[in-house]
Structure formats: structure tokens, C-alpha cells
């Protein structure tokens, strides 16, 4: 009798572990399923970030920038000045 319920014992113990161990299991990988999906958007994320980066700083969109809102413009021939070295390094 004494051996009959100490194997009944073991026994629900070692169900209720079974059934404990498979709830932790399922609650892992539901964790790592979410990291992963939240991994996948933060790289979506990152390229969105990168081409709107490359396109922010493209040579044409600087110029148009330079141009509309610095109201700056290409020099005329005329508003260049050509300096020759001194002889000196730079010492007058």
C-alpha cells in the first residue's frame, strides 16, 4: 500500500513537472517568436532610415536646398578671384 502511493505521487509530480516544462516551452518560443518579429521590423526600420538618408544628402537635393532656401548660386566667371601663392608662405 505504501509503495502504491508513493509511485501515485511520483507519478502527479512527475505529470504536473511534464505539464510545467511543456507551459514554459510554449511561453519561450512565443518570446522568441516576438524578439524575432520585432528584430525583422527594427532591420525593416534601419533601411527605411538608410535610403531616405542616402536621398536627403544626394548632391541635387543639397544643391536645390542651397539654392531655394540659402538663396545661394553658382558664381559667375566674373565673381571669381584668382590668388597667386606669396612668396613668402603666406606672410606679407
Do not use: C, W, Y
Request: positive net charge; charged residues 35%; hydrophobic residues 35%.
Amino acid at each position: 500500500m505504501k509503495v502504491s502511493l508513493l509511485l501515485f505521487i511520483i507519478l502527479i509530480t512527475s505529470a504536473i513537472s511534464l505539464v510545467t516544462a511543456r507551459h514554459e516551452s510554449r511561453k519561450l518560443v512565443n518570446e522568441l517568436e516576438n524578439e524575432r518579429n520585432r528584430s525583422t521590423k527594427i532591420q525593416e526600420h534601419k533601411r527605411k532610415l538608410v535610403a531616405e538618408q542616402s536621398t536627403l544628402k544626394s548632391p541635387e537635393r543639397v544643391e536645390r536646398f542651397a539654392e531655394k532656401k540659402l538663396k545661394m548660386r553658382q558664381p559667375n566667371s566674373e565673381d571669381i578671384i584668382l590668388l597667386s601663392p606669396s612668396l613668402e608662405g603666406g606672410k606679407r
